[in-house]
C-alpha cells in the first residue's frame, strides 16, 4: 500500500528556516503529483504548495509564496518543502499528499488528492 510519511517538524522563532521531508513507499513514485497542507488548531486544512508529476511544476499558496519552496526527489522518492522566514501564522500540523496520478499540473485542490500522511507538527514562536 502507498504510505507517506513526514519528518523535520519543530518549534523555531520567527524569521527563521525549517525544512520538511516526506517519504513515500509508491513504487511509481514519479507518477504522482504531491502536496503539502497544513491545520492550525481551530482551522480548517489549507493547501500549501504542490508539485507535480510531469515536469515538477510548482504551485503556491499566496501566503507562503516567496517564503517557500516545494521541491521532490524521485530517485529517494522524497518530497521536500523549505520554508523560510517563518511567522507565527505559520503554525500547524502540515501533512504531505500524493494525488491520484493525474499527470498534469496540481491545483491546490485537496480533492485531488487521496492519500495521507500522519502529519508533522511546526510551530513558530518567540
Known amino acids: 500500500q502507498l504510505e507517506l510519511a513526514e519528518s523535520g517538524g519543530g518549534l523555531v522563532q520567527p524569521g527563521e528556516s525549517l525544512r520538511l521531508s516526506c517519504t513515500s513507499s509508491?513504487?511509481?513514485?514519479?507518477?504522482?503529483?504531491l502536496g503539502w497542507f497544513r491545520q492550525a488548531p481551530g482551522k480548517e486544512r489549507e493547501a500549501v504548495a504542490c508539485i507535480s508529476a510531469k515536469d515538477h511544476l510548482p504551485n503556491y499558496a499566496d501566503s507562503v509564496k516567496g517564503r517557500f519552496t516545494i521541491s521532490r526527489d524521485n530517485a529517494k522518492k522524497t518530497l521536500y518543502l523549505q520554508m523560510s522566514s517563518l511567522k507565527p501564522e505559520d503554525t500547524a500540523v502540515y501533512y504531505c499528499?500524493?494525488?491520484?496520478?493525474?499527470?498534469?499540473?496540481?491545483?491546490?485542490?485537496?480533492?485531488?488528492?487521496?492519500?495521507w500522511g500522519q502529519g508533522t507538527q511546526v510551530t513558530v514562536s518567540s
Open positions: 499528499a500524493a494525488d491520484h496520478g493525474l499527470l498534469r499540473e496540481c491545483l491546490l485542490d485537496s480533492s485531488d488528492f487521496g492519500t
Open positions: 509508491a513504487f511509481m513514485f514519479d507518477y504522482y503529483g
